[in-house]
């Protein structure tokens, strides 16, 4: 698979969000939410890095997006995320996307109260946004191909390489076989 991004390169940018994120919060406590399951290896990376007083909590949300259903209906798992009323919650994902999962996550956030909510996203697909979102943190801007490692998967797969790859098209791993 063709290496989007080396392991060197996330590390040192997570090391750069976690600064930044410091600073902004400067000493203030944090309740970091992932969305499951894709944002797990950032969370662990990024909150080892991170000078903040922190608690961590997990969201799972599956979307509906076929054609009988409105789009972006957002069907929010069991609840683990520890009590955010009066805390700043920063909510983590892998990637943005269209948006439609993670602006649902943020309206349900909101109403329970918390201080503030802001968003932290390794990706960023480039022109892919189909609602407004703007991750007050993101790692990268990637093209639009699907990637998997670093938490991200393809058929629950893959989630543990430690780089970022592009995975190839069906049609793509044909023509390579073919050439070999
Ligand atoms: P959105 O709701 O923004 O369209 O999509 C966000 C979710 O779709 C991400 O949390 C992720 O699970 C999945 N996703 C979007 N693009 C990719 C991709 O290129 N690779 C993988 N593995 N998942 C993706
Ligand atoms: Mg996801």
Redesign the pocket.
Known sequence: MDVLLSAERIQARVGELARQIAEDYHGQPLTIVG?LT?SLIFLADLVRRLDLPLRIGLLQAS?YRGAVTAPGELRVGPDLVPDVRGRHVLLL??????????APLVRHLRDLGPLSVRVAVLLR?VGRQTVVLEPDYFGFDIPN????GYG???NDEYRNLPYLAVLPTAGAAEAARDTR
Do not use: E, P, W
């Open positions: 969305v894709g979307s994902d892998d990637i943005l996307d269209t948006g439609q999962t993670l697909k191909a699907f990637v998997v991200l998967d393809y």
